[in-house]
Protein backbone atom coordinates (compact mmCIF):
# COMPACT_ATOMS: atom_id res chain seq x y z
CA UNK A 1 0.00 0.00 0.00
CA UNK A 2 1.71 3.07 -0.91
CA UNK A 3 2.34 5.80 1.86
CA UNK A 4 0.96 9.76 1.28
CA UNK A 5 3.45 10.62 3.46
CA UNK A 6 6.72 12.42 1.44
CA UNK A 7 9.77 10.18 1.35
CA UNK A 8 13.07 11.95 3.45
CA UNK A 9 14.70 14.10 -0.21
CA UNK A 10 10.87 15.71 -0.54
CA UNK A 11 11.37 16.45 3.50
CA UNK A 12 14.76 17.76 2.39
CA UNK A 13 13.55 19.42 -0.84
CA UNK A 14 11.09 21.37 1.13
CA UNK A 15 12.98 22.19 4.31
CA UNK A 16 15.43 23.82 1.36
CA UNK A 17 12.59 25.60 -0.20
CA UNK A 18 11.23 27.32 2.88
CA UNK A 19 14.60 28.44 4.63
CA UNK A 20 15.27 29.64 1.17
CA UNK A 21 12.25 32.04 1.64
CA UNK A 22 12.84 32.96 5.30
CA UNK A 23 16.47 33.68 4.44
CA UNK A 24 15.88 37.22 3.43
CA UNK A 25 13.02 37.90 6.24
CA UNK A 26 15.48 36.47 9.01
CA UNK A 27 18.45 38.57 7.84
CA UNK A 28 15.98 41.67 7.54
CA UNK A 29 14.88 40.93 11.41
CA UNK A 30 18.27 40.49 12.28
CA UNK A 31 19.58 44.08 10.74
CA UNK A 32 16.61 45.35 12.31
CA UNK A 33 17.71 43.68 15.79
CA UNK A 34 21.52 45.37 15.11
CA UNK A 35 20.46 48.53 14.79
CA UNK A 36 18.18 48.69 17.71
CA UNK A 37 21.00 47.01 19.99
CA UNK A 38 23.77 49.95 18.77
CA UNK A 39 20.66 52.93 19.12
CA UNK A 40 20.52 51.01 22.66
CA UNK A 41 23.85 51.59 23.62
CA UNK A 42 24.67 54.47 22.23
CA UNK A 43 22.15 56.05 24.16
CA UNK A 44 22.64 54.75 27.60
CA UNK A 45 26.21 55.63 26.82
CA UNK A 46 25.24 59.05 26.41
CA UNK A 47 22.66 58.84 29.41
CA UNK A 48 25.50 58.07 31.73
CA UNK A 49 27.73 60.85 30.52
CA UNK A 50 30.62 58.56 28.44
CA UNK A 51 29.95 59.78 24.86
CA UNK A 52 31.27 63.38 24.70
CA UNK A 53 31.82 63.36 20.49
CA UNK A 54 27.97 63.81 19.73
CA UNK A 55 26.39 65.00 16.33
CA UNK A 56 25.02 68.31 17.11
CA UNK A 57 21.65 68.96 14.73
CA UNK A 58 21.18 72.46 12.75
CA UNK A 59 20.42 75.07 14.56
CA UNK A 60 17.46 75.32 11.65
CA UNK A 61 16.33 72.31 12.62
CA UNK A 62 16.44 73.37 16.15
CA UNK A 63 14.47 76.30 15.61
CA UNK A 64 11.58 74.31 13.76
CA UNK A 65 11.38 71.66 16.42
CA UNK A 66 10.25 74.96 18.83
CA UNK A 67 8.11 75.78 16.42
CA UNK A 68 6.35 72.98 15.89
CA UNK A 69 6.20 72.11 19.56
CA UNK A 70 4.69 75.68 20.05
CA UNK A 71 2.18 74.73 17.11
CA UNK A 72 1.59 71.17 18.30
CA UNK A 73 0.61 72.67 22.31
CA UNK A 74 -1.73 75.23 20.46
CA UNK A 75 -3.62 72.22 19.16
CA UNK A 76 -3.62 70.01 22.08
CA UNK A 77 -4.48 73.01 24.43
CA UNK A 78 -7.65 73.61 21.75
CA UNK A 79 -8.76 70.49 21.30
CA UNK A 80 -9.01 69.94 24.70
CA UNK A 81 -11.59 73.23 25.52
CA UNK A 82 -13.62 72.96 21.79
CA UNK A 83 -14.43 68.98 22.62
CA UNK A 84 -17.29 70.70 24.43
CA UNK A 85 -18.76 72.01 21.42
CA UNK A 86 -18.94 68.05 20.09
CA UNK A 87 -21.18 67.28 22.74
CA UNK A 88 -24.92 67.95 23.19
CA UNK A 89 -26.12 70.33 25.50
CA UNK A 90 -22.81 70.84 26.72
CA UNK A 91 -24.06 74.04 28.68
CA UNK A 92 -26.73 72.41 30.11
CA UNK A 93 -27.10 69.41 32.53
CA UNK A 94 -30.64 68.49 32.61
CA UNK A 95 -32.26 67.03 35.50
CA UNK A 96 -32.15 63.58 36.31
CA UNK A 97 -36.03 63.45 36.74
CA UNK A 98 -36.15 64.78 33.06
CA UNK A 99 -33.80 62.10 31.47
CA UNK A 100 -35.12 59.45 33.24
CA UNK A 101 -38.99 60.55 32.46
CA UNK A 102 -37.12 60.76 28.57
CA UNK A 103 -35.69 57.38 28.54
CA UNK A 104 -38.92 55.68 29.95
CA UNK A 105 -41.16 57.56 27.70
CA UNK A 106 -39.19 55.91 25.07
CA UNK A 107 -38.88 52.29 26.31
CA UNK A 108 -42.60 52.57 26.78
CA UNK A 109 -43.47 53.68 23.21
CA UNK A 110 -41.22 51.22 21.65
CA UNK A 111 -42.79 48.12 23.63
CA UNK A 112 -46.41 49.25 22.78
CA UNK A 113 -45.26 49.25 19.02
CA UNK A 114 -43.67 46.05 19.02
CA UNK A 115 -46.40 44.36 20.66
CA UNK A 116 -48.65 45.77 18.15
CA UNK A 117 -46.77 45.07 15.70
CA UNK A 118 -46.21 48.19 13.84
CA UNK A 119 -43.22 50.24 13.18
CA UNK A 120 -41.94 52.14 16.02
CA UNK A 121 -42.55 55.95 16.04
CA UNK A 122 -39.08 57.79 14.99
CA UNK A 123 -37.53 58.96 18.45
CA UNK A 124 -38.14 62.36 20.22
CA UNK A 125 -35.47 63.59 23.05
CA UNK A 126 -37.34 66.31 25.22
CA UNK A 127 -33.98 67.19 26.49
CA UNK A 128 -33.07 70.65 25.71
CA UNK A 129 -30.41 71.49 23.18
CA UNK A 130 -28.96 74.06 24.65
CA UNK A 131 -29.04 75.94 28.13
CA UNK A 132 -31.40 78.88 26.16
CA UNK A 133 -33.68 76.03 24.87
CA UNK A 134 -34.15 74.82 28.21
CA UNK A 135 -34.84 78.42 29.96
CA UNK A 136 -37.47 78.67 26.81
CA UNK A 137 -39.02 75.51 27.69
CA UNK A 138 -39.52 76.16 31.29
CA UNK A 139 -40.94 79.60 30.65
CA UNK A 140 -43.41 77.88 27.84
CA UNK A 141 -44.18 75.17 30.27
CA UNK A 142 -44.80 77.96 33.30
CA UNK A 143 -47.69 79.72 31.18
CA UNK A 144 -50.40 76.73 31.96
CA UNK A 145 -53.35 78.05 34.30
CA UNK A 146 -52.25 82.06 33.90
CA UNK A 147 -54.81 84.22 32.28
CA UNK A 148 -54.22 84.86 28.80
CA UNK A 149 -54.50 88.37 29.16
CA UNK A 150 -51.96 88.76 32.33
CA UNK A 151 -48.56 90.79 31.81
CA UNK A 152 -46.92 87.96 33.36
CA UNK A 153 -48.35 85.29 30.43
CA UNK A 154 -46.90 87.46 28.13
CA UNK A 155 -43.56 88.29 29.35
CA UNK A 156 -43.25 84.15 29.40
CA UNK A 157 -44.59 84.16 25.81
CA UNK A 158 -42.06 86.83 24.92
CA UNK A 159 -38.80 85.07 26.94
CA UNK A 160 -39.97 81.79 25.09
CA UNK A 161 -39.38 83.12 21.74
CA UNK A 162 -36.52 85.07 22.45
CA UNK A 163 -34.79 82.18 24.35
CA UNK A 164 -35.87 80.16 21.50
CA UNK A 165 -33.87 81.94 19.16
CA UNK A 166 -30.59 82.44 20.99
CA UNK A 167 -30.51 78.39 21.50
CA UNK A 168 -31.12 78.05 18.05
CA UNK A 169 -27.88 80.47 17.35
CA UNK A 170 -25.44 78.62 20.10
CA UNK A 171 -26.90 75.42 18.36
CA UNK A 172 -25.65 76.70 15.00
CA UNK A 173 -22.40 77.77 16.60
CA UNK A 174 -21.84 74.66 18.27
CA UNK A 175 -22.12 72.81 14.47
CA UNK A 176 -19.93 75.65 13.12
CA UNK A 177 -16.82 75.18 15.25
CA UNK A 178 -17.04 71.61 15.23
CA UNK A 179 -16.69 71.13 11.78
CA UNK A 180 -14.41 74.59 10.83
CA UNK A 181 -12.08 74.47 14.22
CA UNK A 182 -12.25 70.98 16.24
CA UNK A 183 -12.44 68.51 13.52
CA UNK A 184 -10.00 70.38 11.13
CA UNK A 185 -7.59 71.12 14.27
CA UNK A 186 -7.39 67.75 14.84
CA UNK A 187 -6.78 66.36 11.25
CA UNK A 188 -3.61 68.73 11.59
CA UNK A 189 -2.98 67.22 14.88
CA UNK A 190 -3.23 63.74 13.90
CA UNK A 191 -1.52 63.72 10.90
CA UNK A 192 0.29 67.17 9.74
CA UNK A 193 1.86 67.56 12.99
CA UNK A 194 1.99 63.61 14.03
CA UNK A 195 3.72 62.81 10.41
CA UNK A 196 6.71 65.62 11.41
CA UNK A 197 6.63 63.89 15.65
CA UNK A 198 7.42 60.82 13.94
CA UNK A 199 9.94 62.19 11.23
CA UNK A 200 12.08 63.63 14.39
CA UNK A 201 11.44 60.15 15.73
CA UNK A 202 13.76 58.96 13.40
CA UNK A 203 16.04 61.41 13.15
CA UNK A 204 17.05 60.37 16.50
CA UNK A 205 17.16 56.91 15.86
CA UNK A 206 19.52 56.92 12.47
CA UNK A 207 21.50 59.56 14.79
CA UNK A 208 22.12 57.32 17.59
CA UNK A 209 23.45 54.74 14.88
CA UNK A 210 25.58 57.33 12.82
CA UNK A 211 27.62 58.33 15.96
CA UNK A 212 27.45 54.30 17.04
CA UNK A 213 29.17 53.98 13.78
CA UNK A 214 31.52 56.83 14.76
CA UNK A 215 32.46 55.30 17.83
CA UNK A 216 32.84 52.45 16.11
CA UNK A 217 35.39 53.19 13.50
CA UNK A 218 37.29 55.40 16.14
CA UNK A 219 38.05 52.10 18.05
CA UNK A 220 38.60 49.72 15.20
CA UNK A 221 41.44 47.31 14.39
CA UNK A 222 43.19 48.27 11.23
CA UNK A 223 41.95 45.20 9.68
CA UNK A 224 38.42 46.29 10.20
CA UNK A 225 38.43 49.74 9.51
CA UNK A 226 37.56 49.72 5.80
CA UNK A 227 34.58 48.01 6.55
CA UNK A 228 33.37 50.23 9.36
CA UNK A 229 34.09 53.50 7.58
CA UNK A 230 32.06 51.69 4.68
CA UNK A 231 29.16 51.13 7.38
CA UNK A 232 29.94 54.75 8.67
CA UNK A 233 29.74 56.60 5.73
CA UNK A 234 26.53 54.65 4.85
CA UNK A 235 25.16 55.66 8.16
CA UNK A 236 26.02 59.21 7.74
CA UNK A 237 24.47 59.25 4.58
CA UNK A 238 20.86 58.07 6.28
CA UNK A 239 21.45 60.79 9.01
CA UNK A 240 21.53 63.54 6.36
CA UNK A 241 18.52 61.96 4.29
CA UNK A 242 16.69 61.70 7.33
CA UNK A 243 17.25 65.36 9.15
CA UNK A 244 16.02 66.69 5.64
CA UNK A 245 13.23 64.61 5.19
CA UNK A 246 12.34 65.72 8.91
CA UNK A 247 12.78 69.59 8.29
CA UNK A 248 10.76 69.44 5.03
CA UNK A 249 7.57 67.68 7.22
CA UNK A 250 7.99 70.53 10.26
CA UNK A 251 8.17 73.47 7.48
CA UNK A 252 5.17 71.87 6.06
CA UNK A 253 4.01 72.73 9.92
CA UNK A 254 4.97 75.64 10.64
CA UNK A 255 3.90 77.32 6.84
CA UNK A 256 0.50 75.79 7.00
CA UNK A 257 -2.21 78.50 6.84
CA UNK A 258 -4.60 76.44 8.41
CA UNK A 259 -4.21 77.17 12.15
CA UNK A 260 -4.72 80.83 12.05
CA UNK A 261 -8.00 80.23 9.78
CA UNK A 262 -9.40 77.90 11.81
CA UNK A 263 -9.09 80.16 14.56
CA UNK A 264 -10.64 83.22 12.28
CA UNK A 265 -14.02 80.69 11.45
CA UNK A 266 -14.06 80.01 15.58
CA UNK A 267 -14.17 83.41 16.05
CA UNK A 268 -16.71 84.12 13.35
CA UNK A 269 -19.01 81.77 14.55
CA UNK A 270 -18.33 83.37 18.02
CA UNK A 271 -19.51 86.50 16.78
CA UNK A 272 -22.62 85.50 15.07
CA UNK A 273 -23.81 83.49 17.75
CA UNK A 274 -23.42 86.81 20.29
CA UNK A 275 -24.68 89.19 17.42
CA UNK A 276 -28.25 87.18 17.55
CA UNK A 277 -28.10 86.36 21.34
CA UNK A 278 -27.67 90.54 21.79
CA UNK A 279 -30.17 91.05 19.11
CA UNK A 280 -32.99 88.75 20.88
CA UNK A 281 -32.11 89.98 24.26
CA UNK A 282 -32.03 94.18 23.38
CA UNK A 283 -35.39 93.13 21.88
CA UNK A 284 -36.70 91.46 24.83
CA UNK A 285 -35.24 93.78 27.57
CA UNK A 286 -37.25 96.66 26.97
CA UNK A 287 -40.73 94.87 26.14
CA UNK A 288 -40.23 92.82 29.77
CA UNK A 289 -39.51 96.16 31.35
CA UNK A 290 -42.72 97.91 29.92
CA UNK A 291 -44.76 94.08 30.89
CA UNK A 292 -43.57 95.08 34.58
CA UNK A 293 -44.66 98.73 34.73
CA UNK A 294 -47.93 97.28 33.31
CA UNK A 295 -48.08 94.85 35.88
CA UNK A 296 -47.50 97.21 38.69
CA UNK A 297 -49.80 100.02 37.45
CA UNK A 298 -52.63 96.99 37.72
CA UNK A 299 -51.15 95.80 40.93
CA UNK A 300 -51.81 99.43 42.40
CA UNK A 301 -55.84 99.05 41.26
CA UNK A 302 -56.84 96.52 42.64
Known amino acids: MASGLPNSAQISEMASS ?89 MKNGLTHLMSGSAPPAVVDDVPPSLPHALAKAASGSRDGLPPAEPLNNALKKFTDAHNRVGDARVKMADEITTRFHQPYTTTLNQLIAHSVKARRNVIAVRLNYDAARAKLKASKPEDEARLRAEMEATEDEFVSVVDDAMAKMKLVVEAPEPLKNLSDLVAAELAYFKTAHEALAELSPEIDELQVTNEALLRQK
Open 18 to 106: WMGKLSPFASTVAGQASRGLSQGLQYTKEAMGQSSDTTELPDAYKQLETQVDAIKGLHEHFLRVSVNFTRKAYDYQPPLTDTALNYAST
